[in-house]
């Protein structure tokens, strides 16, 4: 749906940031990181 493509797009867009908070916190943070 019209939602789902939405919250996709905002995924993709905030991934990298994300991603960089989690390669910051370390391994122990990437283990713990919620499925989504």
């Known amino acids: ?3 789902g493509e939405v919250v ?3 995924r993709k ?3 990298p940031a994300v991603w960089g908070k989690v390669k910051d916190y ?3 943070a ?3 990181r919620p499925r989504l």
Do not use: K, L, R, S
């Open 13 to 15: 867009a905030m991934w």
């Open 8 to 10: 996709a797009e905002i």
């Open 30 to 32: 990437v283990a713990a």
């Open 26 to 28: 370390g391994a122990d």
């Open 1 to 3: 749906g019209w939602d």
